[in-house]
């Protein structure tokens, strides 16, 4: 398990609020600490339509990187005419450099299960299903005998605290791929199907397992659903920021310390980077990964963004899997948005055409920058291909794998350059091949700078 | 033209429907194959081939659309995939035509000859038969009866996936582009694997992803938890 960062005082814990707990998948020490008392409310007080109405209200945004309104999913599926309907808690944790929704499902297994309970008592489903990845066994173990506990004292199962509703909950390890943490693909996976998206719309909330109505749902969205049930969508309202309340998980990996933190949205960037510590000494902060492997190369000029779904996409970032991680002087941006962008067209399921193709010329594109093979016009074909695959993508996988190299050329433009034209890496980290004391690159400036700017081995500042 | 067409409201859908009625008067290029043999020319062989780019890579991605969508199921695979396994598939041009009895058999509804078995290293089918019984031969369960097939045997023999096509009625390139799909399932004995996986310097498997970020970040895997 990762470990839990210590965030300021004044910042709420909704997610984490049960960490420290001597055994989480205790029952009676959850029910001590509130569980299920929401989904009592929302079956004797509120009833399915008013449950949602009132998660509208308090303005719960989706955690698992779009930040899709979360009421809006539950209406479209409750709305929609079918025999049955589905409930999947997304726990997959994609990103191999997040731990967050592994961290809560560890820290919270309840909040989590009676999220999903909640979800399909509003909807209507009778069946949850919470997914995660195979590999984390403690999440599964802990899962598992709190689902058995739940439904032997009757709070899921055949009738769900006596709600007259079936309500069946099961754990479901899935792994093998990158692509499965999206929501149409871990559908097929859960339906044994190879992992390939399906266009949307439409949208799983009306056309999904099996063609029935299925609400996918990350998991810290499903875990604040009964906070807000029990404290009302005004309290939730209040925290974090105006267009997206609440609080998120962040796996924050800084030079000093690493760890997943929950910090309410809309803190600027440069504070959930504080909770990795500082620069070890004579060393400077060059850039901030944001978003994971999609994620985009923020520099230190844009640490006051604030950390919500539309002010990161603005910047040329998005929240993704809740990674943040620090890269100082030492790293080369070029290498950097080089490997990103390679295990993204590595993890591209090879469906469409922008996603076969496209993402692995982007990443051709960056790999020939790392060894001075560029051609003439690179940045123009990154840009044009870019908007080309943003423009025709099938999922957002491939959208979104666009972000590292296009937040690298818009911010670190002088460092791209000094490969595209110089073949030389200010870093020191990529090594271009050299061919007569030269670097191969066509646009080696021969007339233009002269020989002086070729002189300086970039391999010799390291 | 184009300044016509700005003045005139409606011209460009007029042309389009034009169109439209000019291929509907037409005669029809659809050929009912393979009812009606297609009329091709004589030293037409019918060879799939994959292309590659201008630096040498396989433009193929492995990614088995084509052969799922073959009706005749005729498509061979081979090559290392993304992920870094090697795999040949189905056997040789010959048996072409037999696998295409076989499907049609199989789509009519009629039960397929237990045939072709000699072209795979036989192996014990009462384990997979007990695995298959188990999860009732359905095939919406397709994932976990692999899973559970590559823990028998430790891996997925081919054998073993036509016997599981046979018995849940799937398509062979469907349980295959299923079975390829997914990382930790392997068509081949384990320590083949480890090989396979050095075809491929560029497997980008999770391990792999982080130990690299690490090393780019200045030998810290992202800070060193
Ligand atoms: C490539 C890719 C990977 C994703 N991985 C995850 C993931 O690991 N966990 C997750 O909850 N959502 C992931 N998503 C987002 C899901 O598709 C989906 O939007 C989300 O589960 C919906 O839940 P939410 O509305 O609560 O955010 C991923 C999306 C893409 C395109
Ligand atoms: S497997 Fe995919 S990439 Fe390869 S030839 Fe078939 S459709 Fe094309
Ligand atoms: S990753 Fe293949 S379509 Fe998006």
């Known amino acids: ?462 | 033209m184009s300044l016509l067409s700005g003045l005139v409201p409606g011209l460009g859908i007029a042309k389009g429907m034009a169109l439209t009625l000019r291929r509907f008067f037409a005669p029809k290029a659809t050929v009912m194959y393979p009812e009606m043999p297609a009329d091709v020319a004589t030293k037409f062989r019918g060879r799939l081939q994959l292309l590659y780019d201008e630096y040498g890579a396989l433009k193929c991605e492995t990614c088995f659309q084509c052969a799922q969508a073959c009706p005749i199921e005729c498509i061979d695979m081979g090559g290392v995939d993304t992920r870094g396994r090697f795999h040949v598939h189905w056997g040789a041009p010959e048996t072409y035509g037999e696998r295409r009895e076989e499907s049609a058999m199989r789509r009519s509804g009629r039960t397929v000859p237990d045939q072709a078995y000699e072209h795979f290293a036989s192996f014990d089918l009462t384990t997979l038969d007990e695995i298959l019984d188990g999860y009732d031969h359905d095939p919406k369960r397709m994932l976990q009866m692999l899973e559970a097939t590559q823990a028998a045997f430790g891996y997925l023999p081919v054998a073993a996936i036509k016997r599981i096509s046979e018995k849940t009625g799937a398509w062979y390139a469907t349980i295959y582009g299923t079975a390829s799909y997914y990382g930790h399932l392997r068509f081949e004995p384990p320590s083949n694997t480890a090989q396979a996986g050095e075809v491929s310097a560029r497997r980008a498997s999770d391990e792999t992803y982080l130990a690299a970020l690490g090393a780019s970040l200045g030998g810290r895997p992202g800070g060193d938890a």
């Open chain 1, 1 to 462: 398990m990762s470990a839990i960062l210590p965030t300021p005082k004044e910042w709420p814990s909704i997610l984490l609020a049960r960490a420290g707990a001597k055994d989480p998948a205790d029952l009676d020490a959850a029910l001590k600490a509130g569980a299920f008392e929401a989904f009592r409310r929302a079956i004797r007080e509120l009833g399915p339509e008013a449950t949602i109405d009132e998660i509208e209200a308090s303005g719960l945004r989706g955690r698992g990187g779009a930040g899709h309104l979360t009421a809006e999913k539950w209406r479209t599926a409750a709305e929609t005419a079918a025999r049955s309907r589905y409930v999947v808690a997304n726990g997959y944790g994609a990103d191999p450099s997040a731990s967050t929704d592994r961290t809560l499902l560890e820290t919270d297994p309840y909040a989590v299960i009676e999220g999903v309970a909640i979800a399909a008592f509003a909807i209507g489903a009778e069946t949850g299903w919470i997914s995660v990845r195979s590999t984390a066994t403690e999440a599964i173990r802990r899962l598992e005998s709190a689902i058995e506990a739940a439904t032997e004292r009757n709070f899921i199962g055949e009738d769900a605290l006596g709600s007259g509703r079936r309500i069946e909950l099961e754990v479901r390890p899935v792994q093998g791929a990158y692509m499965l943490g999206e929501e149409t693909v871990l559908l097929k996976a859960l339906d044994g199907k190879r992992g390939q998206p399906e266009q949307r719309p439409p949208h799983p909330s009306t056309r999904g397992f099996r063609n029935a109505p299925t609400v996918v749902q990350n998991v810290q969205t499903l875990a604040a659903v009964p906070w807000i049930l029990r404290h009302g969508a005004k309290a939730f309202n209040a925290i974090g920021s105006r267009e997206a309340p609440g609080t998120i998980l962040v796996d924050v990996r800084g030079p000093e310390r690493s760890g997943v933190a929950e910090v309410p949205l809309g803190t600027p960037l440069d504070r959930i980077l504080a909770l990795g510590g500082e620069p070890a000494k004579g060393r400077t902060l060059k850039a901030v990964v944001v978003g994971g492997p999609t994620g985009g190369i923020l520099p230190a000029s844009e640490l006051k963004t604030p950390y919500t779904f539309d002010d990161l996409r603005a910047v040329g970032a998005h929240v993704g899997s809740g990674s943040v991680i620090a890269a100082d002087d030492r790293a080369c941006i070029v290498d950097l948005a080089r490997l990103l962008t390679r295990f993204s067209a590595d993890e591209a399921c090879g469906k469409t055409i922008p996603c076969r193709i496209g993402v692995r010329r982007v990443a051709e594109i960056g790999e020939r920058l790392s060894t001075g093979t560029s051609r003439d016009g690179d940045f123009e074909l990154l840009a044009d291909l870019s908007a080309d695959i943003v423009g025709s993508a099938l999922c957002d996988h491939e959208r979104l794998a666009t972000l590292p190299m296009l937040s690298g050329l818009r911010y670190f433009r002088d460092e791209l350059d000094a490969h595209l034209e110089r073949g030389e890496c200010p870093a020191g980290v990529c090594r271009p091949i050299k061919l007569g004391g030269e670097t191969q690159s066509r646009t080696r400036p021969s007339a233009a700078t002269g020989a002086a700017a070729t002189g300086a081995s970039a391999g010799a500042q390291a």
